[in-house]
């Protein structure tokens, strides 16, 4: 049975995502967490001692989240009732990305599935968006939902890589389970940027075809037209990709500081659902 951490802020974006993820896995078996995680507008001394439910003082904000993810609960009952889904509440007071940490580790989560409405402008370097953040946090395949995007049968799965990791194959078992569950198409994207592959790159590539050869249709591309990310949302609207999916590789703070992470650029502008894999291999 899989383990989905479904985390909501009751808009209408998360409630996308969910439904999203309800019609991705409605053939399996599956126990989904509706999380909420909240923090006060000022914070409380009282809550040193424990945070709110140690408190003796009421907060207005441990009944907002509890009656958010009750309704969000008797919704989903009444309007999208599948008896393969057992559904679970959980209400805390923490940021969004460590407590999502916290639950897939506590829980054993397979999958995180929420919504991004992505950022433009000084708001894009300067705050970025939670799904962001709980991507480059989280240590579990996080699977992010356009806001609007409804599902649709996945047929074409893109897998942009510059090749210089060596893929794990329990870290890429995800989204292999995903492109067998759908009989779907893989494409695998790299953008040379105006050099030819080292020979570390080169025994990667033959590493990654080695472990999708079970796959009957993958394709290779080697791309020079482009650069990062531009060729990504490029080849998605050409090929009509269904699932982007990417290798999430954890730099350093001065890396993050220099340089706009791939996945994160893409993160951001992607209006297809966007499936963010660890990536713990050495290069």
């Known amino acids: 049975m899989k383990k989905i951490l479904l985390p909501t802020d009751f808009s209408k974006n998360a409630w996308n995502a969910i439904l999203y993820a309800l019609e991705l896995f409605k053939e399996e078996k599956c126990t989904f967490y509706l999380l909420n995680a909240y923090t006060p507008a000022f914070y409380r001394i009282d809550y040193m001692v424990g945070g709110p439910m140690a408190s003796a003082i009421p907060d207005i904000g441990v009944d907002i989240s509890l009656n958010g993810l009750e309704n969000t609960l008797d919704r989903i009952k009444n309007d999208h009732h599948n008896p393969r889904h057992t559904l679970e509440i959980l209400s805390a007071f923490n940021t969004l990305p460590d407590e999502v940490n916290e639950v897939c580790q506590d829980r054993k989560i397979d999958m995180v599935v929420m919504g991004t409405q992505g950022a433009t402008g000084a708001k894009e370097f300067f705050l970025g968006s939670n799904t962001v953040h709980v991507i480059r946090k989280a240590a579990v395949p996080v699977l992010a939902v356009p806001n609007g995007y409804r599902f649709k049968n996945i047929k074409k799965v893109l897998l942009p890589t510059d090749y210089w990791s060596k893929y794990k194959p329990n870290e890429l078992k995800p989204l292999l389970d995903m492109i067998k569950k759908f009989g779907v198409d893989l494409h695998v994207l790299h953008a040379l940027e105006g050099h030819d592959l080292t020979k570390a790159q080169s025994e990667n590539k033959e590493h990654l075809k080695k472990m999708f050869k079970g796959i009957p249709n993958v394709v290779f ?46 993160g951001y502008h992607c209006q297809t659902p966007f499936l963010v894999l660890p990536d713990t291999s050495e290069i």
Do not use: C, S, W
């Open 221 to 266: 591309t080697d791309n020079t037209d482009e650069y990062m990310p531009n060729i990504v949302h490029d080849y998605i609207e050409r090929n009509h990709i269904g699932l982007v999916a990417m290798m999430n590789r954890k730099h350093t703070f001065l890396e993050r500081l220099m340089m706009k992470q791939n996945v994160d650029a893409v």
